[in-house]
């Protein structure tokens, strides 16, 4: 017998019994739930939650702090222009920014790039996010956005353009806008590389980016007023 | 038969080292706390909890299925689907793969299943370079020993421990400990070996039957350099880590790093769904006794565990003695209930290096009843005949007392008695480990059953 066929007659004969049905999750529709388990339902029935958010308070300021709680940063920018003063103003002394969007040309395109060793100079890397999750402060990548998977951890430091518009409340919402199969690689990045396996210290820059920097800006095609 | 793992003279060994047993017991205690509040600000816990038991309970009742969903899923993505019944079959696919691909050299993240397979050493006595990537892993790595802990690996030791460590392997300055430093230098001398590395190995969290990939959660981004710079990239996947659909993961990924750290999440959660562009896409799924504990109805729920750790952080004697005492791959009382499915005559000891006080219970995120486990196994060990001396004596006694009502409440009195009376080495002697290190506390005036007889007969 192989292997696949000694486990799975193995599995078969131990399952469980008897055997418990699936649970529906919460998703967008939020169907079959009681009550959403997003933070502003629940906040408007418990009154006094430590720690949690103000109710009142709109999606991105939220996502914006739980961002910063876990180590990055995020700045509000008019345009592209904004954007490539920012980069500059942030990273004076940078060499090599290597980039994947239009608004940011920086040094060096990643599209250019043929294997990913060939970022192992990259000061700054550029790369636009499609979704950001309030709750955890995180914003998605995939192959898609980073062209070379690598860019996003072997740049020193990391800068990620997302549309304001573009920020959900919870991983169950930002679970049911992407679609995993798609994309090999797709990554939540919640601030950047970090450690605390040195005494609990927490230290930015552990093996992958030191810093990570949010600049919320729309894509130029949303800013049309059409 | 094998010798037993002997956890109290290992937890000795580390209480007595200069300040560890304090700096651990702070460290870990404070992952605890993280937790607490992280978990306060999610009202909606204990329907997660209970949403996240379900559906692990529900996977492994229809294992088989989700199994072969994953296959087929992971196939049509190009993954290579691996099968491997124990760890000496998962060793030797991986090695197969490596060869095929002449790989000299590979950096790998933190993978406990890999851990319990022996991977290094065996990859190693082959030939092949193997640098863990995740730096507490490193730390162990370079130190010789295995992860005392599954979420932070050095945990248990003091940032000069690191300093000496790093200045004999790596050749930093001795007297340099600030954690910064320390951390600095390890990404300056890893940077290198993830540029030169033939492969990268991980293990995953979490494996999805319905869009045939696996996520990695990590706050390094480790695993990321991993699965991005080499051509190359295994994962190795315990079987019990399936999961039935993209859209549970929102309920596990909000649990997982609230319970281990306190964080909303780790800073990196990262899903692999077929080979990168130009690289290559291994996976391994490995039974390893997992399919006898799915038969098991005292312990298959062990199954549903995410390695999140907060079991370990809350356990009064896993913070004093520290994870290496347990002397096997998993510690903590996670580690309590999974290691005798292993091997029960080596770990025999371990379901009594617990004190049962059921804290580990209240913060499963996937509500295992580990206490109740731990008890379990004890019975298993004694009904086994493998209680040591020691325990065989204390409990033939104890057996006799509870069994007979008005010894139990001759003793009580004695009990008392003795507590206030009795020299102290007669209950601090060397058939009582657990007493070293420990006052009893104040006695109260009155047993329970005193008070009980005269509360209940006052009208
Ligand atoms: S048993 Fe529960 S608390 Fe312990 S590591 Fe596993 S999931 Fe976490």
């Known amino acids: ?226 | 038969m094998t010798r037993p793992v002997d956890p109290e003279r290992r937890a000795a060994g580390f209480i007595a080292l200069e300040l560890h047993e304090s700096t651990h017991d702070r460290l870990v205690w404070g992952m605890r706390q993280n937790r607490d509040k992280a978990v306060a600000g999610v009202p909606e816990w204990e329907e997660l909890r209970e949403m996240a038991s379900r559906i692990k309970e529900h996977t492994l009742t229809h294992l088989d299925h989700y199994l072969e969903q994953f296959e087929k899923s992971a196939t049509k993505l190009r993954t290579h689907v691996h099968w491997a019944r124990d760890a000496e079959e998962h060793n030797a696919v991986v090695y197969d793969v490596l060869n095929a691909h002449r790989v000299k050299s590979l950096i790998k993240s933190k993978s406990m299943l890999q851990e319990e397979c022996g991977m290094t050493p065996y990859l190693q006595q082959r030939g092949i370079e193997v640098t863990e990537s995740d730096l507490g892993e490193r730390i162990q790595q370079l130190s010789d020993e295995p992860p005392s802990h599954i979420v932070v690996p050095a945990i248990h030791k003091l940032r000069t421990d690191v300093a000496a460590l790093f200045a004999e392997k790596i050749g930093t300055d001795p007297k340099d400990s600030d954690p910064h430093a320390l951390a600095e230098a390890m990404r300056q001398n890893a940077r290198p070996r993830f540029l030169k590395a033939d492969a990268g190995m991980t293990g995953a969290n979490f494996a999805v039957a319905e869009t045939g990939g696996f996520v990695v959660c990590t706050n390094e981004g480790n695993a990321d350099i991993g699965a991005s710079v080499p051509p190359l990239h295994i994962a190795s996947i315990g079987i019990e880590k399936l999961i039935p659909r993209g859209r549970d993961l929102g309920i596990f990924i909000r649990m997982l790093s609230r319970s281990a750290l306190g964080t909303p999440i780790t800073q990196y959660t990262s899903h692999f769904h077929g080979p990168r562009r130009g690289g290559e896409l291994h996976v391994v799924l490995v039974d390893n006794t997992r399919s006898d504990r799915l038969g098991s109805p005292d312990f298959w729920h062990a199954l549903k565990c995410i390695r999140c750790g907060a079991c370990m952080n809350t356990c009064p004697v896993y913070r004093r003695g520290g994870g290496l005492s347990y002397g096997a791959t998993y510690s903590g009382p996670i580690g309590v209930i999974l290691d005798p499915g292993f091997d029960l005559s080596k770990y025999r000891e371990l379901p009594f290096h617990s004190s049962l006080c059921g804290s580990c219970t209240d913060v499963c995120p996937v509500k295992i009843d580990i206490s109740d486990q731990i008890y379990k196994w004890r019975r298993v060990v004694a009904a086994k005949g493998l209680l040591s001396f020691a325990k065989r004596v204390g409990m033939s006694a104890l057996g006799k007392t509870l069994a007979h009502p008005p010894l139990y409440h001759s003793a009580e009195a004695v009990g008392e008695w003795a507590l206030e009376h009795l020299p102290r080495f007669l209950l601090y002697n060397p058939l009582n480990p657990w007493g070293k290190h420990r006052e009893l506390p104040a006695v109260p005036r009155q047993t329970f059953r005193q008070w009980y007889i005269e509360n209940r007969r006052k009208p």
């Open chain 1, 1 to 226: 017998m192989s292997p696949r066929e000694a486990i799975l007659s193995a599995v078969r004969k131990n399952l469980p019994r008897p055997a418990v049905p699936l649970p529906e999750v919460p998703g967008s529709e939020r169907k079959g739930i009681k009550h959403g388990l997003g933070y502003k339902e629940h906040l408007t029935r418990l009154p006094e939650v430590p720690g949690a958010p103000d109710v009142n308070e709109p999606l991105l300021p939220y996502f914006r702090r739980q961002l910063e709680a876990m180590g990055g940063r995020s700045f509000e920018v008019a345009d592209a222009a904004a954007a490539r003063a920012k980069v500059a103003e942030l990273f004076p002394d940078a060499n090599v920014v290597c980039s994947a969007v239009s608004e940011v040309p920086g040094t060096r395109r990643i599209q250019d790039v043929r294997d990913p060793h060939e970022l192992n100079d990259v000061d700054v890397g550029v790369v636009r996010s499609p979704l950001g999750v309030a709750e955890a402060g995180a914003v998605w990548l995939t192959q898609a956005e980073l062209v070379v998977n690598a860019l996003g951890v072997l740049s020193q430091h990391l800068v990620v353009l997302l549309d304001p518009a573009a920020v959900v409340e919870t991983m169950h919402d930002a679970y049911e806008r992407i679609d995993l199969a798609s994309s090999p690689y797709g990554v939540f990045l919640a601030g950047p590389s970090a450690t605390g396996d040195i005494e609990g210290v927490i230290i930015h820059g552990a093996q992958g980016a030191r810093s990570l920097t949010v600049l919320l800006l729309a894509p130029a095609a949303r800013k049309d007023p059409r």
